[in-house]
């Protein structure tokens, strides 16, 4: 067998998640025995704010995790989107590890899952594998940085389209993302009526449509017409740092 096709199946025999597809294989056998995977369903808790942080999660496929704020109002506020490009959980720290955010399943679907301290005794075996994930913690941190910039200075439309777009490029799905008006909502910090009225004003461009419990996509280009270029900037920074692990249009259809 030509040794290039044996790698890739060796590869995609692995949990499909990119970050897990980018370890060499000597880096991957060392995580391999201690990694399980498990479907999760949308809206399941991983972490409250306090938790001591002992296992890691890996979105595979169209899994989403997601990160939120909770506020003294009682509202949380989403943060960043984590799908098959990463992980959330004790990625790079060592020791006690509590949980700043509440951390949920966004889409539900696999998950592969490794206990932080078999993570962190691979670690001290590999100094690849410390670079890979000091690597994505800093490619998250650029994500956490420009979403703050993101909901500083752009409007709710913009925001509203930019999050459709990472999502389906994380999801792979082209046509639709399983959202309601409340989670949209959520996820931009504003009222509900607020998001049916930017919902609105997309479906009368003919841009989105809205059926339960899902948003159409009808026209990508008009949505990223409508979108800031946050998302664009992220995945360049993964494209810098972790290159193949960001899932792209390209890279899905090329």
């Avoid at 910039?149 to 046509?175: P, Y």
């Avoid at 270029?229 to 995945?235: F, S, T």
């Avoid at 920074?237 to 193949?244: I, K, M, N, Q, W």
Wanted: a neutral charge.
């Amino acid at each position: 067998m030509d040794a290039r096709i044996g790698k890739v199946t060796e590869v995609e025999s692995r949990p499909a998640n990119n970050l897990l597809r980018r370890l060499s294989q000597a880096d991957y056998v060392l995580l391999a025995p201690h990694v399980t995977v498990e479907d999760s369903a949308a809206g399941q808790l991983l972490y409250n704010p306090g938790d001591d942080v002992q296992v890691v999660h890996f979105p595979c496929g169209p899994s989403l995790a997601t990160f939120l704020v909770p506020n003294e109002d009682g509202r949380d506020v989403e943060t960043i989107l984590v799908g098959r490009e990463g992980a959330v959980g004790g990625i790079v720290s060592e020791g006690f590890l509590p949980a700043y955010t509440r951390i949920c399943v966004k889409f539900g679907g696999p998950f592969a899952r490794i206990h932080v301290a078999k993570l962190e005794a691979a670690k001290l075996r590999s100094a690849s594998l410390r670079n890979i994930f000091a690597r994505y913690a800093d490619c998250m941190l650029a994500q956490i940085f420009q979403s703050t910039a993101c909901n500083a200075i752009h409007s709710i439309e913009q925001r509203t389209a930019k999050w459709i777009l990472a999502a389906m490029e994380r999801t792979g799905d082209e046509t639709s993302v399983p959202l309601t008006h409340e989670q949209l909502a959520t996820l931009l910090g504003v009222g509900r009526s607020y998001a049916s009225r930017v919902l609105q004003s997309f479906k009368a461009e003919r841009i989105l449509d809205t059926r339960r419990g899902s948003i159409l996509v009808l026209s990508r280009d008009g949505l990223k017409l409508r979108a800031c270029l946050c998302n664009d900037a992220v995945k360049m920074h993964f494209e810098e740092v972790l290159r193949g692990v960001y899932p792209t249009e390209e890279r899905e259809t090329g």
